[in-house]
Each structure stands twice: as structure tokens, then as C-alpha cells.
């Protein structure tokens, strides 16, 4: 569902590159006030770390397919949605299990107690290289569905999928909404949250900003 469209007059627009997604804003009035124990990550400083929030913090993990020839998932300044810093999320098409890049919660060694919150959310687009668009699978694994200590439903995370454009737009996803593709299906251990994930499986090029735990 989308929340906010970058065309909101409260929104400052600023310039882009070629192939960077439209409307990306130095910041929505709307956000100013957000609580910090919120923010997962918003990538100012171009590193993979977490936010140190919260009793959390971490770092974004990618997990390439070999057979995906090119593969880019890293922060980058060239095309930030909010602030100097975005990631970026480009792959040319996997013809095995495709690629994926995780913000994996750390909590003094443990899963994440998320029983606070509800949702996730985030800012995202499409750059130009992307190609047709499509539904991107976001969502949450926990330690049901991650090795070691998932059992039956290992890698079966809890997604939903969300059709970006090519303009950043906010985006938010209810954890009642983000289901598994096997069943019987596992419900979601909100107390015990491992990450937030983008999957695909097939060629990519996905901006991603300013993602944060949502009530």
C-alpha cells in the first residue's frame, strides 16, 4: 500500500541522475518527528550497519546467485531517496534460487523482540535498468524460517510482494499480511524477528531508503 507519493507539497524535490528513480526528497515534514527506536536503516554514511536503536542494532547481508552475471547490492550516494545515502538492490536474471539482501537484527546475541510493533516500512523504487515492472517480495524471516534453528520451514519467509514505480514513493507492510508459500503455515514469531528481506528471483534494479519497525 502506498502512503505517501513524492508529489506532496510538503516535500522539497530535488534533482536526479540518469537512471535514478524521480521525486526522491530531502526529507517529508511528515517524518520529521519520527521516533529514533523506530529506524532499521536509512544508510547516511555508506555502510551496511543497522541503526543502534533500541535495545538492536546489525548490518544488511546479501545473498548472491552465481548465476546471476552482474550483481549490485551495496549503499550508494548516487540515487538516495532521503538524506546523501540509499541502497541499492541490481541484478541481471538468476536462473537458480535469485538474490537477496537481509537487514538482520542483532539483540545482545539474540532474535529481535518486535512485539512493539506491527509493520514495516520504507521508501523504494525502481531505477531505470530495471526493465518491466513487477512485484518485489519484501519481508520478515524470523528463527522459524532461518538456518540454524528453523525446522520444517527453512527459507520459507514471511513476504508479501509490493510493485514499485519508477518514482520514490513510502510503502508499508502489515506483518498480518505477509504470508509463507508452503503449508501449513507457521505463524509469525513477532518476538523473535531475524530481518527484514527483499527477495526476487528474477532481473532487478530496486532503490531502497529509510526503512523503519512501524506500530
Not at 190 to 195: A, E, H
Amino acid at each position: 500500500m502506498v502512503l505517501a507519493a513524492a508529489c506532496d507539497p510538503a516535500l522539497d524535490p530535488i534533482r536526479v541522475g540518469h537512471d535514478c528513480p524521480e521525486s526522491p526528497i530531502r526529507g517529508p515534514a511528515g517524518d520529521a518527528d519520527e521516533p529514533a527506536d523506530r529506524l532499521v536503516s536509512d544508510f547516511e554514511g555508506g555502510t551496511f550497519q543497522l541503526a543502534q536503536v533500541a535495545g538492536r542494532d546489525g548490518s544488511w547481508i546479501r545473498g548472491r546467485d552465481l548465476t546471476s552475471t552482474s550483481v549490485t547490492i551495496a549503499p550508494s550516494n548516487a540515487c538516495a531517496g532521503r538524506g546523501a545515502w540509499a541502497g541499492h538492490f541490481a541484478a541481471s536474471p538468476p536462473t537458480s534460487w535469485g538474490n537477496n539482501w537481509t537487514a538482520e537484527f542483532r539483540a545482545g546475541g539474540a532474535a529481535y523482540d518486535g512485539s512493539a510493533y506491527t509493520g514495516v516500512s520504507f521508501w523504494a523504487a525502481f531505477g531505470g535498468a530495471n526493465g518491466p515492472s513487477f512485484g518485489v517480495p519484501f519481508g520478515i524471516t524470523t528463527v522459524d524460517t532461518v538456518p540454524p534453528t528453523c525446522t520444517t520451514h527453512c527459507e520459507d519467509h514471511y513476504m508479501a510482494a509490493v510493485t514499485l514505480t519508477g518514482a520514490w514513493q513510502r510503502y508499508e507492510i502489515r506483518f498480518s499480511d505477509l504470508t509463507q508459500q508452503n503449508a501449513p503455515q507457521v505463524s509469525m514469531r513477532r518476538d523473535q524477528l531475524v530481518g527484514f528481506i527483499i527477495w526476487t528471483r528474477q532481473q532487478c534494479d530496486i532503490w531502497i531508503d529509510d526503512v523503519r519497525l512501524e506500530p
